[in-house]
């Protein structure tokens, strides 16, 4: 009985073994784990960056991995137009703390697509299905070009201040509305009391 329970003890060792390896080799997305090192492939490459904040006891995060992040569909989307980070945000090091502080990070999963400078293009809280990303992928070029092409020169506009607010710049955006009031750009709206 003894030896039963050693060998399907070992059996079951092994079958978890192989599964939780042939995991590993199913990922399709290549992700990177180093933030400078992301920021310096986008920038050779010309591409945006896209940033997976998780966490290892997040469910969603977990099925956002089986359900999109293994279609093959979004993985090539992915691979082609980004450079995809992966950033597990319990990590306890100053490098991680850094980055949830930076892009706000209080839930997850997070979606963060940001350009080469660390600008955030588009922010997308919890989980996102195929299609949508899809979509959101397809929009990013745009975006991304937008936000370069207002931001080449110092001049303050009401598209840079879309931006700020799409982004979740909020203070930015605060202060480009009052330059933007002061230059007569755009008239600010009147509020009235009633007595």
Not at 13 to 24: G, P, T, V, W
Not at 96 to 108: D, P, Q, R, V
Not at 116 to 129: E, M, P, Q, S, W
Request: proline share 2%; hydrophobic share 40%; charged share 25%.
């Amino acid at each position: 009985m003894k030896n039963i329970f050693i060998i399907s003890f070992t059996a079951l060792l092994l079958l978890l073994s192989c599964n939780k390896n042939s995991n590993k080799n199913i990922e399709l997305i290549n992700w990177e784990t180093n933030y400078n090192r992301a920021l310096e492939k986008a920038a050779k490459e010309n591409k945006a960056i896209m940033i997976d904040f998780y966490t290892d006891w997040c469910t969603i995060c977990k099925i956002m991995e089986t359900n999109v992040y293994l279609d093959k569909n979004v993985a090539s989307n992915i691979n082609y137009n980004f450079v995809p980070l992966k950033i597990n945000a319990e990590y306890n090091d100053e490098n991680i703390k850094f980055l949830t502080n930076k892009y706000n990070i209080s839930a997850f999963p997070t979606t963060v697509l940001i350009n080469t400078n660390g600008f955030i293009i588009k922010k997308i809280l919890g989980y996102i299905d195929t299609n949508d990303l899809l979509e959101e992928i397809t929009n990013i070029e745009i975006k991304r070009e937008n936000i370069n092409r207002e931001f080449a020169n110092n001049n303050p506009s009401i598209e840079k201040l879309k931006i700020y607010i799409d982004s979740e710049y909020y203070k930015e955006a605060a202060e480009m509305y009052d330059v933007l009031i002061k230059e007569n750009k755009i008239e600010k709206k009147k509020t009235y009391q009633h007595i």
